[in-house]
């Protein structure tokens, strides 16, 4: 799988391959084979086999816009974007729309705060309709198109781990 990405602004193509609990990543022509495993609420210890068995501890918080995230290394802070659509090849930028049915998702572990919007409503893109909190921070994520709310997978108050299904955008 290719994953266009924006790292600290620059768009990058990396490459992930999952085979035998293994991932193969691959940015800007450089292969590394990681070990992941999670830990705490939103920390990975990240094991490289290739590279003498070292170590590395990474974190992930939400960086405002829904996808966006930092990665917390030891070296400093890596804003990750996703790059979708028309801004991809450098037409269209912020303006550019996600399409078809979309969801939003758990970014990481946390507690449904509020709902925003209700199954039925119309959206805009980059409008809120959810706020999770995670590691006290409130955190509200906004939807990736102009387009009616066809589902609301979660109420006020639950807990969700990250990935879980929260919103779907048609």
């Known amino acids: 799988m290719n994953l266009h990405l924006a790292l600290n602004g620059r768009t990058r193509v990396v490459g ?3 085979a035998g609990g293994r991932h193969r990543v691959t940015i800007d022509g450089e292969t590394l084979t990681v070990d992941a495993a999670a830990y705490e609420a939103s920390s990975w210890s990240l094991v490289l086999p290739d590279d ?3 170590t590395a501890s990474v974190g992930m918080s939400p960086a405002g816009r829904n996808g966006d995230l930092h990665v917390h290394l030891a070296t400093g802070t890596v804003l990750v974007q996703p790059v979708t659509g028309a801004a991809r090849f450098g037409r269209g930028g912020a303006a550019a729309q996600a399409e078809g049915r979309q969801t939003i998702v758990a970014p990481m572990p946390g507690k449904v705060v509020k709902l925003l919007v ?6 805009r893109a980059r409008q809120g309709v959810i706020v999770v909190e995670a590691m006290k ?3 509200e994520l906004r939807s ?7 589902e609301i997978a979660v109420a006020e108050g639950a807990s969700v781990e990250a990935g879980r299904l929260l919103v779907v955008v048609e």
Request: net charge negative; glycine share 14%.
């Open 16 to 18: 992930v391959e999952t």
């Open 52 to 54: 003498g068995h070292a």
């Open 118 to 123: 209700k199954a039925g409503d119309e959206v």
């Open 137 to 139: 921070m409130e955190n």
């Open 144 to 150: 990736p198109k102009d387009g009616r709310v066809i």
